[in-house]
């Protein structure tokens, strides 16, 4: 059965200072996956998605992420953050549905 | 396009009152979510709908939930009666086919206190 673990439940960075969210995955067959974001009182969107091809996967606001097979992994990462990108981040399996992980709180310090 | 509507934004009852949140989903999109988000079990799958008709309703509770899609344009979650253990974030949302690579877009949900 498919599951998805985001491995820190919070992250707290620097202004300016790269970041790296993880997310482990677990599947029998082949997946798809998602970072969603999810800033304070709003609704997920969508950062990025693989589906297949390229295994570096670019998306919206500077984010990126590395799909790696044989570590079953699917972390997120951004050079440089801001202030702006204080919010919770989903990352999410589609095998049969759509799983999603518990959430990683990123908050931003100046 | 307005995106995923839900109503109402925020909701407090009483125990053991009826509870119905609403949910427009995007215009196109023949697949419906609901979702509810806690602190202690996180983002949770309750039911979701392809061209009107309930998938996988697996994720629903117990009985004191149902929802219905009598059309492409509306959906409905209804809880009754209403436990504490219920309060939660609740989101639904669409996608234009319920196909397990494709995106989903979320409403802003709905925040919902049983007291």
């Known amino acids: 059965a498919q599951s998805v673990t985001q491995l820190d439940s919070q992250v707290p960075v620097f202004e300016e200072a790269p970041v790296e969210l993880r997310c482990n995955y677990s599947?029998?067959?082949?997946?798809?996956l998602f970072w969603y974001v999810q800033y304070p009182n709003q609704g997920l969107q969508l950062l990025l998605k693989?589906?297949?091809?390229?295994?570096l996967v670019k998306g919206i606001n500077g984010f990126e992420a590395e799909f790696n097979k044989s570590q079953t992994s699917f972390h997120l990462r951004k050079p440089s953050v801001h202030i702006s990108d204080t919010a919770e981040y989903f990352c999410?399996?589609?095998?049969?549905?759509?799983?999603f992980g518990q959430g990683t709180r990123l908050t931003i310090n100046p | 396009d307005a995106g995923v509507i839900q109503s109402p934004r925020h909701e407090v009852t009483e125990m053991g009152q009826e509870v119905t949140l609403r949910c427009k989903p995007i215009s196109g999109h023949n697949s419906l979510f609901w979702y509810r988000q806690t602190m202690m079990r996180g983002l949770e799958l309750l039911i979701y709908f392809n061209n009107n008709v309930p998938i996988d309703d697996s994720g629903m509770p117990e009985d004191r939930f149902s929802a219905k899609m009598p059309n492409a344009s509306f959906s409905t979650l209804k809880i009754q009666p209403s436990e504490p253990r219920d309060s939660a974030v609740y989101f639904c949302?669409?996608?234009?086919?319920?196909?397990?690579?494709?995106?989903?877009?979320f409403g802003p949900g709905t925040r919902l206190t049983v007291l």
């Open positions: 999410a399996v589609s095998e049969r549905r759509k799983v």
């Open positions: 599947s029998s067959v082949s997946v798809y």
């Open positions: 949302a669409s996608a234009f086919m319920a196909v397990v690579r494709n995106e989903q877009f």
């Open positions: 693989y589906l297949s091809g390229s295994t």
